[in-house]
């Protein structure tokens, strides 16, 4: 069975400073591993994805994550922050015939001026 | 493409009421799924379906039932709603490509009183 463990519930960072996001999965088989955000009150977009290609990710707004299966973590980073960064994120992993999703309990990031 | 629809946006019901939440894809997408999404939680899946037809439950699938006449429409009823049914749920597709990618609709956020 797949799990996702988001090790923060909470991160606060000033503007300009870099972001890190962690996340652990426990998956049986190859797994595709995402990342999700979500600003208040609306809907999740994808930020990046890893589908056992490369396991350094690049994603969108200056994001990436590296898949390292040694240590079964795929943690989100960003070298510096920007206020429209604020947002809850939430790390994914996704296994079996009908690829459906696990989430993880979600990192609320906050960014300080 | 409008994407993944989902009708009502706000929804607040009594106790004992019954509703159905309405989702739409125009993506020709496979695969849909209902997730619900309480604070601390993530996202948990409810029911699923691989195809016009095909349906099955998720983590939380009590209280809740779906059916899947068409590919385009995956509806979402609810039964007899209760207090602990409050919350915001997203209805999400995805192709039969390898990315696995989800996309999610803008949600409906639901109020049992």
């Known amino acids: 069975a797949q799990s996702v463990t988001q090790l923060d519930s909470h991160v606060s960072v000033s503007e300009g400073t870099p972001v890190l996001l962690r996340c652990n999965y426990s998956?049986?088989?190859?797994?595709?591993l995402f990342w999700y955000v979500q600003h208040p009150n609306k809907g999740l977009q994808l930020l990046l994805k890893?589908?056992?290609?490369?396991?350094l990710v690049k994603g969108i707004n200056g994001f990436e994550a590296e898949f390292k299966k040694s240590e079964t973590s795929f943690h989100l980073t960003k070298p510096s922050a920007h206020m429209s960064d604020a947002a809850e994120y939430f790390c994914?992993?996704?296994?079996?015939?009908?690829?459906?999703?696990?989430f993880g309990s979600g990192t609320q990031l906050t960014v300080l001026p | 493409n409008a994407g993944v629809t989902q009708t009502p946006k706000f929804q607040v019901l009594k106790t004992g009421q019954s509703m159905t939440l309405q989702c739409a894809q125009d993506?020709?997408?496979?695969?849909m799924s209902w997730y619900r999404q309480d604070p601390g939680m993530g996202l948990r899946l409810i029911h699923y379906?691989?195809?016009?037809?095909?349906?099955d439950q998720g983590e939380v699938p009590n209280g809740y039932n779906v059916s899947r006449s068409t590919t385009e429409d995956f509806p979402l009823r609810l039964l007899s709603a209760a207090p602990s049914q409050t919350s915001v749920y997203f209805c999400?597709?995805?192709?039969?490509?390898?990315?696995?990618?989800?996309?999610f609709g803008p949600g409906t956020r639901l109020t049992v009183t």
């Open positions: 999400a597709s995805r192709g039969t490509g390898n990315t696995y990618e989800q996309y």
């Open positions: 998956s049986s088989y190859s797994p595709s």
């Open positions: 890893y589908t056992s290609a490369a396991t």
């Open positions: 994914v992993v996704s296994e079996g015939s009908a690829r459906q999703l696990t």
């Open positions: 993506m020709n997408h496979e695969y």
């Open positions: 379906s691989v195809g016009a037809g095909i349906t």
